[in-house]
Structure formats: structure tokens, C-alpha cells
């Protein structure tokens, strides 16, 4: 069965509603495959780029950690399955809360994808356009 989740999003004008119909199966299952993909992608930064000795990634229960560097800092994405949400706390450009919309996670704020986040983020930390985070997610 299918359920509505309707919430109304503050924007400079009119109120705007984003609705996301998404069993909790099919969030489960979409949070967990992209929290797969995303340690992968993670895991294997280290064989493309030069990355800190303090670099490391764990996923375990829900929750990716990334450590970058003491520099950069530590990113955590994780699943909030009561709200079919995944939420990111960035080092870059803070907390944010994704929604899952036509198969993309979403942050309904700026409608702006995870995984271009991502990529804009660790493209500026690495210095390099070689990193695309969207075959990942």
C-alpha cells in the first residue's frame, strides 16, 4: 500500500507542497541500495585520488561515515525511516534532509539531487572534475 506524504515547503512566495508516494518498502529498499553504492563509491576513492591517512569509511546499521581529512572533516549520511528521508550532515554545507522523488534523493529546500551535492563538494575537496557522484546514488 501505498502512502502520501505531503509536506508544505516555505519558498520567497507561495506556499509549495512536494508529495512523495513511496511504500516503506520501497524507501527501505532505495535508502539501503544507495547506501551500498555510496560506500562503494567512497571505498574507492583512495585507489583514484591521493587522500589523507585519516581518510576511512564505515557503514554499518543505516549510517555511512566518511572521514576525510582532520582539514576537511567528517560526512554522515544515514537513513530516518520513519520519515523516508536520508539525511546528510556535510562539513561543507551542513544538514540536509532527502526525500526520495522519482527515483533521485532530493533535498526539497533547493531541489538540489544528493548526488550533485556530492559531486560539486568533493570535486572542490579533490581538486578534480574526475568525480560524479550520480552513477552512485
Given at each position: 500500500m501505498l502512502t502520501q506524504l505531503c509536506r508544505p515547503l516555505l519558498r520567497s512566495g507561495p506556499i509549495?507542497?512536494?508529495?512523495?508516494?513511496?511504500?516503506?518498502?520501497?524507501?527501505e529498499k532505495a535508502a539501503e541500495e544507495?547506501?551500498?553504492?555510496?560506500?562503494?563509491?567512497?571505498?574507492?576513492?583512495p585507489e583514484r585520488f591521493s587522500v589523507s591517512p585519516d581518510y576511512d569509511v564505515t557503514h554499518a546499521m543505516g549510517v555511512l561515515t566518511v572521514v576525510v581529512s582532520k582539514d576537511v572533516g567528517t560526512y554522515v549520511i544515514n537513513k530516518q525511516s520513519p520519515n523516508k528521508q536520508i539525511w546528510l550532515s556535510s562539513p561543507v554545507s551542513g544538514?540536509?534532509?532527502?526525500?526520495?522523488?522519482?527515483?533521485?534523493?532530493?533535498?526539497?529546500?533547493?531541489?538540489e539531487s544528493l548526488d550533485t551535492l556530492l559531486?560539486?563538494?568533493?570535486?572542490?575537496i579533490f581538486a578534480t572534475d574526475d568525480i560524479d557522484f550520480k552513477s552512485a546514488i
Open positions: 509549495r507542497t512536494l508529495c512523495s508516494a513511496v511504500s516503506q518498502n520501497e524507501y544507495s547506501l551500498e553504492k555510496l560506500t562503494d563509491y567512497f571505498d574507492n576513492l544538514p540536509k534532509r532527502y526525500d526520495l522523488v522519482d527515483h533521485r534523493w532530493v533535498y526539497s529546500h533547493d531541489n559531486t560539486r563538494e568533493f570535486r572542490r
